[in-house]
Each structure stands twice: as structure tokens, then as C-alpha cells.
């Protein structure tokens, strides 16, 4: 400042000043002139526009900012979600070798109920078939005796007691048991 | 068809007879000095008053409908800001920009405009004759040594205030006196007396910077109003405009030169002053 001074006087002391028309009222004049155009050009003209790129900028660096938030974000879902995917996949194994099993197990007992069962209707049919024999074999015999007593009387002519038709029958039916 | 080779001696040729002709045809020249109008306000000043006048209207406009995607005029001052500020910032590095912008973006578009205004037809041509001679009602911004040296006067101001601020005042005074480099010893003793040369040396510089500013300034644009006022003078009236015309275009970029060159001098003056103290911090 001092030297500014100093240049100054030195300048105003040569006439240099003088020759170029610089005057100190209306250099002083100037200087204030100036500190007032300044003023008003950071109020009104540039102020508002560098708010305006302020703000631009403030906000570019909040896009950025969630940009970088949302990708993290992303990131972190996609593990997530590779995680989920594995554990449900693990999951799934799991229920699929459960139903496996189970499945392998209702059969089997399915089988065993199934051949428990024919088990029992061939039981049954063979009872059935042996009852059945067995009371054919009854008429048969019955038959028989009916018949060899019938053969016998008409061949005695009827002169069989009904002691004798008895003993009669008895003996055929033991020779056909 | 003028062969390139003849242009330029053709044009000093008529530079050199434009005084003559000027007098023969009794045309006038620019005053040297800014002229008041009343008071302290001189003419120069009327017109610095238009431009800030325009450039706020302009700002005013542009800022009407402010709006995030920006457009027409928005778009234009915003651009146009904001190429000032990555140029500057590039310079002078974020944190001094974000500090210094408003006084930086100011200077420039107003150097810009008032230089440009001044190429006005009827700035500095149309006036009064009196007993003192022409009186231009209007007269370029910076065709005025007394503004000029105002931009640079208060430009050092600031500087010694930002670089004071920047580094703190022991900073500030160790960046002119003290020795530069690592010297111990008998080797510190002897460049102690050299440094303090430099400083002195340093402080003659810093004095000059703003003179240099004011001056530069002032005489360019002067200069190139007188210019293109002495070549209006070479030809007949009806066709004065003519020998001027090539000049108005130099002048117009010899008005943004001189605005991208005030500013550019400055951020670089206030970088200069300011990295020393980076480096120590």
C-alpha cells in the first residue's frame, strides 16, 4: 500500500499523473464509484446466478451422493437376495429329500397294507372255498347215504327197519369220508 | 483485389497521414482527460453507470424465471458465469475462487461491457466545443485513467487483505523478506542480506503491478479509440465509417482481451501471493 502510495507520488511529482489526466478528486471519486459497482454487481447481477450455480452444484452433489447410496444399497440387496435365493434353495433341497422320504415311506406302507390286505381276501376266499367244499362234501355224503338207503330198500323191497335205514347210512357215509 | 502482402503497409501508410488529415479537416481528438459533467461526475463515469445499469438489467432478466434446467437467457448468463469460474478456479484453485469470484466475475463482465460500450457509435465522437476544446458527452469506461487506476487501487487492496487473511501477516511478510530454500549456518547469514534485497526488490514490484494494471488498461483502450477516431478522418465524411470498420472488430477483441487480461493478471498476482503460504501450511 505504502508503495502504491509512494509510485503514486512520485508520479504526481514528475507530472506523470498530470499527462495521463488522472486527478485525485476524481481518482477518489472513481475508487468510491467503483466499491459501489462492485456492490451492486454482487448484489443484483451476479449474486443471484451464482446462487443459482450453488444450488446446481449442491444438488449434483446430492445426485451423486444418493447415486452412490442407491448403488451401495443395490449391492447390498443383491446379496441379500443371493443370500435368500441360496438359503431357499437349501431349503428347498431339504423339503424336496423330505418329501422324498416321506413319500418313500407312505409307499412302502401302502405295499404292506396292499399285500396285508390280499393276504387277508386270499385267507378269507381260501376259508370261504374250503367252507364250501366242505359243505358240498356234507351233501354229498348226505346224498350218498340218502341214496344207498333208497337202493337199499327198493332192493330189499322195504323190509328195512328204520334202525337198519340208519346203520345203513352210517356205513356209507364212513366208507366215503 | 488487394494482395495480402500490400494490406498492412497500405494501413500504416494511411495511420501515418491520419494526424494530418485529422487537422486538415479540422476533426477533433479525444481529450486525454475524463471531463466532469458536474461536480465529481465525469463522463467516463455516466457511462459506467450504463453498463452496470445493463449488465444488472441483463442479470435481472436472466434471473426472472430462475428455473433448475435452465434456459434462454438463464442459460446464457450461467454459462457464461460459469466458464469464468472454472477458468478462474483452474487458476486459483477451489477454496481462493469460492472466495474471490465476486469480485473477479464482477471486473471481468464489467471491464467486458464497459470496453464494448465504448465502441458505440456517437461514445467519445459526439459533444460540445467550448473555450477548453471538445467535450464528449460520453467517454469509455477505461479510456479513463482515474477508473483504471480505481479497479487496480481497490484490486490491491484486496489483495493484501485476502493474502493476509489467506496466510495470516507473518506469512505475508515472510513471503517477501524471507530467504527462500533451506540455508543454515553461514550460508543462511550470507543470503539473509541478499533475501532482504529481493524484498525490497518484491515490494517495488508489488507497487508497479497496479500502476502496470491502470496503465495497460487505460491504454489500449484509449489508444484504440483513438485509433479508430483518426481513421474516421482519412476519408471523405460520407464514407468515414469505412477505414474504421476492420479496426471495430480488432477492437472488439481487443476489448475482451484486455478484460481477460486485467482479471487473468490479477487471480494470478493473488495466487502468487497466497501458494507461499500453502506451501508452509
Given at each position: 500500500m505504502m508503495t502504491v502510495l509512494a509510485a503514486a507520488d512520485t508520479a504526481a511529482k514528475s507530472g506523470l499523473a498530470e499527462t495521463f489526466g488522472l486527478h485525485t478528486p476524481f481518482f477518489i471519486a472513481q475508487v468510491v464509484n467503483f466499491f459501489l459497482v462492485i456492490f451492486v454487481l454482487k448484489k443484483f447481477a451476479?449474486?443471484?446466478?451464482?446462487?443459482?450455480?450453488?444450488q446446481r452444484r449442491l444438488r449434483i452433489a446430492e445426485g451423486e451422493e444418493k447415486l452412490k447410496r442407491i448403488e451401495r444399497q443395490l449391492a447390498e440387496s443383491e446379496q441379500t437376495t443371493a443370500a435368500a435365493i441360496a438359503k431357499a434353495n437349501e431349503e428347498a433341497i431339504r423339503l424336496i429329500?423330505?418329501?422324498?422320504?416321506?413319500?418313500?415311506?407312505?409307499?412302502e406302507q401302502k405295499a404292506q397294507e396292499a399285500i396285508a390286505q390280499a393276504q387277508h381276501i386270499l385267507a378269507k376266499a381260501d376259508a370261504a372255498a374250503q367252507a364250501e367244499r366242505e359243505r358240498l362234501a356234507a351233501e354229498i355224503r348226505r346224498d350218498f347215504g340218502r341214496l344207498v338207503v333208497a337202493t337199499a330198500s327198493q332192493a330189499t323191497g322195504g323190509v328195512l327197519t328204520e334202525e337198519q335205514h340208519k346203520r345203513l347210512h352210517d356205513d356209507a357215509l364212513a366208507k366215503i369220508a | 483485389?488487394?494482395?495480402?502482402?500490400?494490406?498492412?503497409?497500405?494501413?500504416?501508410?494511411?495511420?501515418?497521414?491520419?494526424?494530418?488529415?485529422?487537422?486538415?479537416?479540422?476533426?477533433?481528438?479525444?481529450?486525454?482527460?475524463?471531463?466532469?459533467?458536474?461536480?465529481?461526475?465525469t463522463n467516463s463515469m455516466v457511462m459506467i453507470w450504463i453498463a452496470v445499469g445493463l449488465i444488472v438489467l441483463f442479470c435481472r432478466a436472466a434471473t426472472r424465471r430462475m428455473s433448475?434446467?435452465?434456459?434462454?437467457?438463464?442459460?446464457?448468463?450461467?454459462?457464461?458465469?460459469?466458464?469464468l469460474y472454472d477458468f478462474l478456479g483452474g487458476l486459483m484453485g477451489e477454496h481462493l475462487v469460492k472466495r474471490v469470484f465476486w469480485f473477479f466475475g464482477s471486473v471481468f463482465f464489467f471491464i467486458l461491457t464497459v470496453n464494448y460500450l465504448a465502441l458505440v457509435p456517437g461514445v467519445g465522437t459526439m459533444g460540445w466545443e467550448s473555450a477548453k476544446g471538445f467535450t464528449p458527452w460520453l467517454r469509455g469506461g477505461n479510456a479513463d485513467i482515474n477508473m483504471t487506476a480505481a479497479m487496480a487501487l481497490t484490486f490491491a487492496l484486496l489483495w493484501f487483505y485476502w493474502a493476509i487473511t489467506e496466510n495470516g501477516f507473518k506469512a505475508f511478510i515472510a513471503h517477501i523478506f524471507a530467504p527462500k530454500g533451506s540455508f543454515h549456518g553461514i550460508m543462511l547469514?550470507?543470503?539473509?542480506?541478499?533475501?532482504?534485497?529481493?524484498?525490497?526488490?518484491?515490494?517495488?514490484?508489488?507497487?508497479?503491478?497496479?500502476v502496470a494494471l491502470s496503465f495497460r488498461l487505460f491504454g489500449n483502450i484509449y489508444g484504440g479509440e483513438q485509433t479508430l477516431e483518426k481513421l474516421m478522418t482519412l476519408v471523405p465524411e460520407k464514407l468515414a465509417f469505412l477505414p474504421a470498420l476492420p479496426f471495430y472488430f480488432m477492437e472488439l477483441l481487443v476489448?475482451?482481451?484486455?478484460?481477460?487480461?486485467?482479471?487473468?493478471?490479477?487471480?494470478?498476482?493473488?495466487?502468487?501471493?497466497c501458494d507461499h503460504g500453502e506451501e508452509h501450511h
Open positions: 451476479f449474486g443471484p446466478i451464482q446462487n443459482m450455480l450453488e429329500e423330505e418329501a422324498r422320504q416321506g413319500a418313500q415311506a407312505f409307499s | 483485389m488487394i494482395r495480402r502482402p500490400f494490406i498492412l503497409p497500405i494501413a500504416a501508410c494511411l495511420a501515418s497521414l491520419a494526424p494530418m488529415h485529422a487537422q486538415a479537416a479540422g476533426g477533433h481528438a479525444l481529450p486525454l482527460n475524463a471531463q466532469p459533467l458536474g461536480g465529481f461526475v433448475l434446467v435452465p434456459e434462454g437467457l438463464q442459460n446464457f448468463a450461467e454459462w457464461a458465469v460459469e466458464s547469514a550470507m543470503m539473509v542480506p541478499i533475501f532482504l534485497f529481493v524484498g525490497v526488490l518484491e515490494l517495488i514490484s508489488i507497487g508497479i503491478r497496479p476489448g475482451f482481451v484486455q478484460a481477460l487480461v486485467f482479471t487473468l493478471l490479477c487471480a494470478i498476482f493473488l495466487k502468487l501471493i
